[in-house]
């Protein structure tokens, strides 16, 4: 599972084998001082988040977080919405099966320029 995070002004590119992905998400909302939201997620493989990461440099904060900004947001959507259509391609988080954890509001307009 690749994920896609904000916690305030950063955004975490990231991976986990687990599925569920709960545990993950929830030792990183446990170690993080603020909210952690997820903005997307969906099945993938390490050299995918690799890719991400190597792709996504010259946001980088540090570890696997981005500082938040209008070009990392459209760089990252050609992975989590690859579809032009307007298809999303979120995978539900934390073992749910009823769609986005943050509701529709989360998803419209979250990557637009």
């Keep these: 599972m690749i994920y896609l995070l904000q916690e305030g002004p950063y955004l975490k590119i990231g991976y986990s084998g687990q599925v569920p992905?709960?545990?993950?998400?929830?030792?990183i909302r446990?170690?993080?001082a603020?909210?952690?939201?997820v903005l997307a997620?969906?099945?993938g493989t390490l050299e995918q988040e690799q890719e991400l990461h190597a792709g996504a440099v010259a946001w980088k904060h540090k570890g696997d977080w981005y500082n938040d900004c209008p070009a990392l947001r459209k760089y990252v959507s050609r992975f989590f919405y690859p579809d032009e259509g307007g298809t999303l391609n979120v995978v539900p988080s934390e073992g749910r099966t009823d769609g986005p954890q943050e509701g529709p509001e989360t998803v419209t307009g979250m990557f637009s320029d």
Excluded: E, K
Excluded at 21 to 27: F, N
């Design 21 to 27: 992905w709960d545990r993950r998400l929830h030792q």
């Design 30 to 32: 446990n170690a993080t």
């Design 34 to 37: 603020r909210d952690v939201i």
């Design 41 to 43: 997620a969906r099945p």
